[in-house]
């Protein structure tokens, strides 16, 4: 039964995606940044993914483009899992936001941007969640060594 | 009139909405509230106006910590994610692991891991309401629950060799056997709890004060939960029967006879509610699988993974190199990725992991239930009292481990 849906979501959205396939049940799509918002929008409205699992990011250095978006959705209806990655350039790391779509992106959005940098247009609050204001990097970019130490904050008081 | 707030770390807001509001900050320490976060709140009277939540006080770099280790040795860090049911934790990335290496585990490992799932999940909710309860004043309540929840740890420390955190799953199996006369005592022990849950229906599901505090408190709808990402127990509290367990069976729970026990309206005496059937469930559960449990070996013969044993290992070189790689180099994970989910306590637990066909991990990312439910949290505050907080944010049973990773 899976199967079956995951080739219908396949078939309707293989226009949008450079590349389609399940892989360990999951069907994955490879998509250009600017196709990510109407595919999701479609996602969402027409096939039945309602939930909104994760957003993270893949740091493929030294390849480029460098960075490997990743998202995952589950459809509470057809129980199956929908991944969609898109690759963005270390100069200018932006996707857009789900945040009009999904109200979870809010802090899974947040948690992308602090680990590896990744801009969300139309997301206006990137606060650090997991860090705080004052940290300087993004600990899961390769080139972060892992000992590095960090500035002094100053003494909030 | 003073705008600045007593703490000025990462306010979402700074400005008082009205003039005559008073913003607070509670935590990330506070008696009341268990989990280290910080809640800053603007109150109208007692009443919660807006709520901005802060987690990642006990961020320790558990995804750039995992980039540097063996995948084997990544078994006792996924432990102290959710530290109150680290089985299910092991279990859920051992499996993200095997799915990667195309493993199938053994017939017995696959019915012991979904046993000791339920058992973790038993515990975990035992720890939820009993801390709850504890938190609204309820010590009887709390005192019978982690009486038998002690027990439950010290039994699984006769199991696994820890109360806590187990370092039980291996990649392609678990580490050991069930000790002689381990089945006799659970048996006793469900026994008991079954009497002691009794009792805690007794004193706490028509008690007036309960009542009082829990009933139409940290109301959410299904759209709403759906929304922010809910998942586990509290998106089950408004009515929906969404369970990993039953939509998407891993393990043996396809051969389980189980129901999901659903809400009615999403509040606080809901999720109260939503956990105690749960364990009644696992309960159950546990009790099927102890009469399916077949004999065989627990551990999959697949040397790219599984140490061979320790007497071989003092004999003969091949095992003695064998030892060597699997330790050393860590098991040979072929290159690509996987999101493998299990329906952990508290929602689905998620594990992406990406290989590049080294013994050691590119990415480990953790989709943790917790992390997701903050996001959220605020829905299940705003409008309510501010003594609500304490029991709102009991019930939605945040695990620090997890949420900051």
């Not at chain 1, 049940?25 to 939930?51: H, M």
């Not at chain 2, 392609?172 to 089945?183: E, I, K, Q």
């Not at chain 2, 050691?360 to 409008?383: E, N, T, Y």
Request: one cysteine or more; aromatic letters at 10%.
């Amino acid at each position: 039964m899976a199967a079956g849906i995951l080739d219908r979501v396949a078939e309707a959205l293989a226009p949008d995606a450079t590349s389609a396939g399940v892989a360990h049940g999951i069907l994955v799509l490879t998509l250009p940044p600017e196709a990510l918002l109407p595919v999701v929008r479609r996602l969402k409205s027409e096939l039945g993914f309602d939930l909104f699992l994760d957003v993270t990011a893949v740091d493929w250095m030294p390849q480029a483009p460098r960075f490997e978006v990743v998202w995952h959705f589950y459809s509470t209806q057809h129980h199956v899992r929908v991944r969609l990655k898109t690759r963005v350039p270390e100069a200018d790391p932006v996707v857009d936001s789900l945040l009009p779509l999904y109200g979870a992106a809010s802090f899974m959005e947040r948690e992308c941007h602090d680990m590896y940098g990744i801009g969300f247009r139309g997301n206006a609050d990137l606060r650090p969640v997991l860090l705080y204001e004052g940290f300087v990097g993004h600990p899961l970019r390769k080139d972060y060594p892992k000992e590095q130490e960090q500035p002094l904050v100053p003494y909030r008081s | 009139m003073e705008t600045r707030l007593p703490n000025t770390v990462r306010p979402a807001f700074d400005a008082h909405e009205r003039d005559d509001t008073v913003i607070v900050n509670i935590g990330p320490s506070h008696p009341a509230t268990h989990g280290t976060v910080q809640i800053i709140a603007e109150l109208d009277g007692e009443r919660v106006l807006r709520t901005d939540i802060h987690p990642g006080y006990l961020h320790r770099g558990f995804e750039k910590e995992c980039e540097s280790h063996t995948w084997h040795n990544l078994i006792p860090y996924v432990d102290r994610l959710n530290y109150v049911s680290a089985l299910i934790n092991d279990f859920a990335y051992c499996e993200a692991v095997e799915k990667l290496m195309g493993i199938e585990i053994t017939p017995r490992c696959r019915y012991l891991r979904t046993l000791l799932s339920e058992y973790s999940r038993l515990v975990d909710h035992l720890t939820c309401v009993a801390a709850g309860l504890m938190e609204l004043g309820a010590m009887t309540a709390f005192l019978y629950l982690v009486m038998i929840r002690d027990f439950m740890y010290e039994h699984l420390a006769a199991l696994t060799g820890a109360r806590v955190t187990y370092t039980y799953g291996r990649i392609g199996g678990v580490a050991r056997d069930l000790p002689d006369g381990w089945l006799t005592r659970l048996k006793e022990i469900l026994t008991q709890y079954e009497d002691f849950v009794g009792r805690v229906h007794g004193l706490v599901d028509r008690n007036r004060i309960f009542i009082d505090r829990m009933r139409d408190v940290g109301t959410i709808t299904t759209a709403v939960a759906l929304d922010y990402g809910y998942t586990g127990p509290i998106l089950r509290s408004t009515g929906a029967p969404r369970d990993l367990r039953k939509d998407t069976p891993y393990l043996a729970y396809a051969e389980l006879d189980f129901d999901v026990p659903v809400g009615i309206k999403g509040d606080n005496y809901d999720r109260y509610f939503v956990r105690m059937r749960e364990m009644d469930e696992s309960v159950y559960m546990m009790r099927q699988l102890m009469d399916m449990l077949p004999a065989g070996p627990i551990n999959v013969d697949d040397r790219r993974c599984v140490l061979p044993e320790k007497d071989l290992v003092y004999t003969e070189i091949e095992s003695l190199i064998n030892h060597f790689k699997v330790i050393m180099d860590g098991p040979k994970v072929p290159a690509g990725e996987v999101y493998s989910a299990h329906e952990s306590p508290n929602g689905e637990l998620g594990f992406y992991l990406v290989s590049t066909g080294e013994g050691v991990p590119w990415k480990v990312h953790v989709r943790a239930p917790s992390f997701v439910h903050m996001g959220g949290a605020h829905k299940m505050l705003d409008g309510f009292q501010l003594a609500d907080i304490v029991p709102t944010f009991g019930s939605i049973n945040m695990i620090g481990g997890e949420c900051d990773r």
